[in-house]
Each structure stands twice: as structure tokens, then as C-alpha cells.
């Protein structure tokens, strides 16, 4: 028996580690759905342009995960451009990153929400003579996508997407929608509505678009990450979210635009006043981030975004993640790789790979003066 | 049956024992209580660093809750002002935890029983090796598999329970969508505590001396009769362990719970409903992107998990002390 047990235990031990071997593989394909057919062409073509100056070394950067596919492309192409550089991209959420960015683990942070006062304030700390700014770099559509058996094309506004998130429209041909909808086949069946269980950027800048496009109809914090309105169904990240409405009939749900595309989910069409409903691509999230305004003071680029625009074609629910660095006071060993980095992210080039990905590019005024700060960041 | 008892029977106590410590204690023993003195001494060392650090962090947070920490079902600590409470994750947690240990215990107890006693050896001893394998799956491939193979198949079963059991007010399916409840959790949660309580009640069934059931069997009784009176007396406060241990990962589950589950801070006793949530998947959900306050107040709300936690061990041990004249000491 002693010996059969000393068996027993190797044999588990021997199970165990061909199990999870198996697992530690499987759990390297995580849910990058970045566009496969986008790397091959700008790979080769984006090398010659990018200066590297004196970049060197590595740089370790984190945060928000809304950003993830953008900086992989960004990374895979400035470091094809310039030997010997690496730029190490942890995408464990924005929070995460401005406390590591806080406390000076970090050469930048991704945020997908800038910088608040007391977090300015503690940046001092770590930036000498200066403080963090948030330099808005990348821009993206939130899709509201949804599962429909024979309705191909659906109009909604503002008003209604928060009763439906907010319970308060529970059947596909309540009159509302119905009346958006006049040639559309709603069947009878509920609704079935998924947000975010994890906190997320995405779930906030989904709040603040209803709270400022809908204030009557959606009154829950509007600055909250996690989701406050009851009833609905959660899933975890945007990826569980679009998974679950790909396999649920009837249901409906938000996230970036590019895990729309990667499962072919259909994607609401926006009545926002404008002459004609707007759909949600790259192409028109840049033009509502157009409408934004700076807000930050100096250098701090950080934008008040218009959600409540009407101009044509532009589509309002948008998402802008901030890179985060000192003005002054960076650490003059990874100075040259962050001011060459993003100074490849705020190019042209740079901007253009985003739509690929299922990004917005920045409108060309916003990135000019980007462009214009980068350079005199010390 | 008998080969596999005999052969199973524990070993001899080793002959040691008659040479008492009486007369001067050597150094090795002296040394051996050092380590193991200190040993102990260091686990209480590193529980109350761990409760110190919770309470503190705890502290910062539940002192600027706006609300009732312990009764309110709203999770906001970065609103102004802060409102968060934990009502809907303890009971997340509990009800969990109550149906894996309703499912998991009786199927436990049977299993290690078929091994230990019924099963030919050519059938127990592989059958112990791959619940112990169960054991061996990580967490989270317990969640993809509830998330992707489980979920759809338990809709059928939740309609069922729907239609024919709704009148018990918990079967009752009162909200739309697919069966990401605090039931599948539950059957989820029985499944990954299955093989601690199996192999832990087993090897305590193989410990029940002897004589006892060759008594029994001498008396007339029957396999199931030798179970009832000698075995599981014997098991009791075995049994009673194993669960407990099982309990603890049930509480403590994380990941699994987190891709299973449809959160939502709602108590409902309609167990079918998608909703709840229990402590560490809350954690595990809102922490990466919470800012320091938030995670002061997710440290809080794992302050009361490790409450819970040590309430459920004591409660095991008063009951285990209790029922020491059967344990195995006294045989």
C-alpha cells in the first residue's frame, strides 16, 4: 500500500503538470482579437519612417486594457524600427496604471480617463519641477452591438438605449423602439441586456454618454466605472460581453467597436439628431472627437468630450485613453525611448494603423498638438 | 472486498512508542520542540500581520462609507460620496457555498465509500487517482469549462426546475436569461470541492479499525449495516473535517465564480435569476481598475470574508470536539 500510494501521488503529480502545461499554452491565446491582416502590410512600410533618435534600452509602460491591440501594433512596429529598444506595455487597467505610474514604476500610464486633481498632486512626487499630463493618443467607438434574428439594421437613441439598460424597456417591439424602427420585424421576445462585471473605462464613458445625452432618462452616477443599474446581465471584459451577445438571441450590448467586427456582430445605428441615423466606425467616432474640447491647463491635453453633438455623421459614444507622463522630471534614463515612442503613436503613421485595429484616429488638430508637446517633455 | 480492506488497513503503529521520553530530554528533542514551537509561533505571527493589515486598510475605507457597510447592496467606492456595502456578497458567498456543500457532501461521502469498501481494486485505485486530479485542474479551467459547456446545458435543467419546482418560491425563474445564477455556481463550486472531501473522508474510512467491522460482520450484519455502524460513527468527525475544507475553497473561490457568473447587487432568493456575487469574485472583478480608496474598500469587504472564514472553521471545530469519544483516537 505505501508503495502504491508513493504511484498514486506521482501519478497525479505527472497529471497535474500535463494539465496545466496544457493550460499555461492555451492561456497565451488571450482575447487579442487585433485584426490579423492589419500587422502584415504597415509592418514593413512603418519601419522607414520611424525616428528612433536615442531611444535605448527598455521602458516599462501599464494600464488601461481598452488601448491593448493599439500599443501591441505600436510596439511590434517601433521595435522592428529600432534595435535594442523595447517597450513593455502591461495592460492590467487604468487605475492599476496611475498607481504605478504614481509611484514611479512606470516610464507612461494608459488611462481611458485623465488624470484627477489629488492624482496630480501625488504625481508630483514623482515628476521633479513638474507634474502628470495626460496626452489624448488613442480614440475609439463604443458599438452597441446586439443579436436579432431578421432585424439587419437598428436605430436607436439615446433615450432609448438607457431605458433599455436601465430595464425600463424590456420587450424588442415596445413602441419606442418601434417607432425608431418602422420597417424593422421587432418580434415579441424580451430583451436581453449585458454589461461589464469588472470596472472598466468603457462602462464609464458609456455613463457619462447617457448622462449627458439622456440626463432624463439615466440617472445613475455618471462617473462610475462599475455598472450601477439593476437588472440586466454581466460579463467579464468587453470580449465576454461581445461573447455573450454573439451566442444569446435577443440580447444587446456595448464594447469597442473592434470586437464587433472580429465576431460580425451587428451594431446599432445612432439617431442623434443629425439629418441621417449614424453608424458606429472609426471614420465618425474621429468626428465627434473633433467636437471635444481641451480642458487641461499647459501642457495637459485632457479633453472634454461632446457627447451631445449632432453633427453629421459623427458618432458620439466614444472612448479616448490619455498616455500619462511627466512634463518635466522624467527619469533621464528612459526619456529618449518615451519621447521617441510617442512620438511615433501621435504621427500620421502612427494614427493611421489605429483603423485597422478598429480604433479612431485622433482629428488632425488634436494630434498636432500632441505633436507639439511630446518634443519638450524633459 | 476483504482484499481491498485488508490490504488498505493502516500500518502498524511504529514500536517507538514503548521507549518513553521519561529521564532527560535528549537535544534533538529539544531542538525539534524549538523548531515546531516556533513554527506555531510564526503562523499566529503571520494570521494576526494579515488581520492587522486588513483592519487597517479596512478602517480607512469603512470610515468614509456613506452608507451601511454591512446592510447596503450597492458597490460604489469612487462616487461622491462613497456608498458601498456588503450585503449582497455575503449572501452571494453563503448560498454558494451552502448548495456546493448540499450537492458535494453526500456524492463525497458516497464516492469515497465505493472506493474504500465496494470497489474491486482494480476499479478503486483508479478511480482515487482521478479524483485526485479533479483537485489538480486549476480554478479558472473550472470556469471556462461552467462559462462555455455548463451554462448552456444547465438552461434546460433550469427551465426544468422552473416549470415543475417553481412553487418553492427558489426554483421560481422570475428575470430573463441564460443560467449564469448563483445555482450553477453552486453546482460549479460542489464539482471543485469534490475531490478534497473525497480523498480526506476516504482515508479516514480506510482507518476504521478492523476488529470493528470484522465484529460487525461476525454479528450478522450486513456490508451496508457494517457502513452504518462502524464506519461512519467511526468517519464522523472525519467527515465533518473534509467538508469544512471543502467549505473553505467554496468561499474562497475566485476565478471560476468570476467567469461564470452574471453579477449584479441584487439579493434575490429566486435562485435561477442571473445575479448575486460573492466576496472574492467582487474583488477579483473591480480591482484592477479601482484607485486606492476602492481597494481599501475591496480589503474591507475581505475583511468580512476572513471573518467568515474563521466563524466557519471554530464552528467545525466546537463540533469535531464534540463528538471526540468516536474519533479515532479512542478506538
Not at chain 1, 505600436?74 to 509611484?103: H, L, M, R
Not at chain 1, 514611479?104 to 492624482?119: C, I, N, T
Not at chain 1, 522624467?330 to 526619456?335: P, S
Not at chain 2, 469603512?62 to 456578497?89: H, M, Q, R, Y
Request: glycine content about 10%; some cysteine; charged content about 15%.
Amino acid at each position: 500500500m505505501k508503495l502504491q500510494r508513493k504511484n498514486g501521488l506521482r501519478a497525479t503529480a505527472l497529471g497535474a503538470l500535463a494539465i496545466s502545461g496544457a493550460l499555461v499554452l492555451t492561456a497565451c491565446g488571450s482575447d487579442d482579437n487585433t485584426a490579423t491582416g492589419s500587422d502584415g502590410g504597415d509592418k514593413t512600410n512603418a519601419a522607414s519612417n520611424i525616428k528612433c533618435d536615442e531611444a535605448k534600452g527598455q521602458i516599462l509602460a501599464a494600464g488601461s486594457s481598452a488601448q491593448k491591440n493599439a500599443m501591441d501594433l505600436w510596439v511590434k512596429n517601433f521595435q522592428a524600427a529600432c534595435s535594442g529598444v523595447e517597450v513593455n506595455y502591461q495592460p492590467i487597467g487604468s487605475g492599476g496604471g496611475i498607481t504605478k505610474f504614481t509611484q514611479g514604476q512606470v516610464a507612461f500610464a494608459g488611462s481611458d480617463s485623465a488624470l484627477k486633481p489629488e492624482e496630480v498632486e501625488e504625481s508630483k512626487k514623482i515628476c521633479k519641477g513638474g507634474q502628470g499630463i495626460n496626452l489624448p493618443m488613442v480614440g475609439g467607438p463604443v458599438a452597441i452591438g446586439y443579436n436579432l434574428e431578421g432585424v439587419d439594421d437598428l436605430v436607436l437613441d439615446s433615450a432609448t438605449i438607457a431605458k433599455i439598460f436601465d430595464s425600463k424597456i424590456t420587450k424588442w417591439n415596445d413602441p419606442a423602439i418601434a417607432k425608431l424602427n418602422p420597417d424593422a420585424k421587432l418580434p415579441s421576445s424580451s430583451i436581453q441586456a449585458f454589461h461589464r462585471s469588472d470596472e472598466s473605462g468603457t462602462t464609464q464613458n458609456l455613463h457619462k454618454y447617457l448622462s449627458e445625452a439622456a440626463p432624463a432618462d439615466w440617472k445613475h452616477d455618471p462617473k462610475s466605472k462599475s455598472w450601477l443599474a439593476p437588472g440586466g446581465q454581466a460579463a467579464n471584459g468587453s470580449s465576454g460581453v461581445a461573447a455573450q451577445v454573439k451566442q444569446t438571441q435577443g440580447s444587446i450590448g456595448y464594447f469597442e467597436l473592434s470586437y464587433a467586427t472580429s465576431q460580425s456582430i451587428s451594431t446599432v445605428k445612432l439617431d442623434t439628431g443629425a439629418a441621417a441615423p449614424v453608424e458606429a466606425t472609426s471614420e465618425n467616432a474621429s468626428k465627434a472627437i473633433a467636437a471635444a474640447k481641451v480642458k487641461g491647463t499647459g501642457k495637459d491635453l485632457a479633453l472634454s468630450l461632446d457627447y451631445k453633438t449632432k453633427a453629421e455623421g459623427a458618432y458620439p459614444i466614444i472612448l479616448v485613453t490619455y498616455e500619462i507622463a511627466c512634463d518635466k522630471g522624467n527619469k533621464a534614463e528612459t526619456l529618449p525611448t518615451l519621447k521617441a515612442f510617442l512620438n511615433y503613436t501621435a504621427s500620421d503613421e502612427g494614427q493611421k494603423v489605429l483603423t485597422d485595429a478598429g480604433y479612431a484616429p485622433l482629428p488632425a488638430e488634436i494630434a498636432a498638438k500632441v505633436r507639439e508637446i511630446v518634443p519638450t517633455l524633459s | 472486498m476483504d482484499t481491498a480492506t485488508t490490504a488498505s488497513a493502516p500500518p502498524p503503529r511504529a514500536p517507538q512508542q514503548t521507549g518513553t521520553t521519561r529521564g532527560k530530554p535528549r537535544p534533538g528533542d529539544r531542538i525539534f520542540l524549538g523548531l515546531s514551537r516556533g513554527a506555531g509561533i510564526s503562523l499566529l505571527v503571520i494570521m494576526a500581520a494579515i488581520a492587522g493589515f486588513l483592519a487597517y486598510r479596512a478602517g480607512i475605507a469603512i470610515s468614509k462609507d456613506d452608507a451601511n457597510f454591512l446592510t447596503t447592496s450597492e458597490w460604489n467606492p469612487a462616487g461622491d460620496p462613497p456608498v458601498f456595502g456588503i450585503a449582497v456578497l455575503a449572501f452571494g458567498t453563503v448560498v454558494s457555498s451552502v448548495i456546493a456543500m448540499v450537492i458535494a457532501v453526500p456524492v463525497a461521502i458516497g464516492i469515497a465509500l465505493f472506493i474504500s469498501h465496494y470497489a474491486p481494486r482494480k476499479i478503486a485505485t483508479p478511480l482515487a487517482y482521478v479524483v485526485d486530479l479533479l483537485a489538480a485542474v486549476p480554478s479558472i479551467i473550472y470556469g471556462l469549462w461552467g462559462a462555455i459547456f455548463l451554462v448552456p446545458y444547465l438552461d434546460g435543467l433550469n427551465s426544468w426546475l422552473n416549470e415543475y419546482l417553481g412553487w418553492t418560491y427558489i426554483f421560481e425563474k422570475t428575470g430573463e436569461g441564460v443560467a449564469r445564477n448563483l445555482f450553477t455556481v453552486g453546482i460549479l463550486l460542489a464539482i471543485m470541492i469534490l475531490p478534497i472531501i473525497t480523498n480526506v473522508t476516504r482515508e479516514v474510512f480506510l482507518q476504521v479499525p478492523k476488529m470493528h467491522e470484522e465484529a460487525a460482520l461476525a454479528l450478522g450484519a450486513t456490508r451496508w449495516e457494517v457502513i452504518r455502524m462502524s464506519v461512519l460513527p467511526f468517519g464522523r468527525s472525519g467527515i465533518i473535517s473534509a467538508s469544512m475544507l471543502g467549505l473553505g475553497r467554496a468561499l474562497g473561490e475566485t476565478m471560476a465564480v468570476a467567469v461564470v457568473l452574471s453579477p449584479s447587487f441584487i439579493i434575490s432568493g429566486h435562485l435561477l435569476d442571473p445575479g448575486g456575487g460573492t466576496f472574492a469574485q467582487n474583488i477579483a472583478a473591480k480591482f484592477n481598475e479601482a484607485d486606492e480608496f476602492g481597494r481599501d474598500a475591496l480589503i474591507a469587504s475581505g475583511l468580512v470574508l476572513f471573518v467568515i472564514t474563521l466563524l466557519v472553521n471554530g464552528a467545525a471545530r466546537a463540533i469535531i470536539a464534540r463528538r471526540k469519544e468516536y474519533s479515532g483516537a479512542n478506538a
